[in-house]
């Protein structure tokens, strides 16, 4: 697949999960939430998890929020896959993608999709837009069982 392929399909499922998201809402019920903000472009998510009864694994995952195609994008792409994960694997998840961005690995083949936002990498100023969820995630997984705002967590400090 040449570059300019590869580069067609970034923009084409960006702007699919943009337009028309699969796991845009709050989950019910509500057993880990956390806002974040990137102040560089304005982008804010709201995201909500479903813990298992035991609170070790994702039941479901649903973000709100307002932002460029790539932020919502990922917000999307990383719901869709945090079903069935557990908590371990969704903090694996986390560190594999801010690897990705970096261009030092990629997911494997069951989780697939989330290559496409590999493209985001030949952006260096919206890498922050893509990691702004991923950021809420790690620090919804990490709070104490909690389901109410832990305030917002900001990606300001990443380096792109």
């Known amino acids: 697949m040449t570059l300019g392929n590869l580069r067609d399909l970034y923009q084409q499922v960006i702007l699919e999960r943009y337009k ?68 371990k694997e969704a903090l694996e998840m986390v560190e594999r993608f801010q690897q990705m961005m970096k261009g030092e690995a990629e997911f494997p083949k069951e989780l697939r999709k989330l290559n496409v936002m590999q493209g985001v990498a030949q952006f260096p100023v919206r890498i922050k837009c893509a990691n702004l969820t991923w950021h809420a995630l790690k620090a919804a ?13 900001s990606n300001e400090k990443e380096e792109a």
């Open 141 to 153: 997984l990490q709070s104490a069982d909690n389901a109410e705002s832990n305030g917002f967590i």
């Open 20 to 87: 028309t998201p699969r796991h845009k809402g709050k989950t019910n019920p509500v057993h880990r939430y956390q806002k974040g903000h990137n102040p560089s472009c304005g982008d804010t998510i709201e995201l909500t998890l479903q813990l298992s009864d035991a609170g070790d694994t994702i039941v479901d995952a649903k973000f709100e929020g307002e932002g460029c195609a790539i932020s919502m994008a990922s917000a999307d792409l990383m719901a869709e896959a945090l079903k069935g994960k557990t908590v």
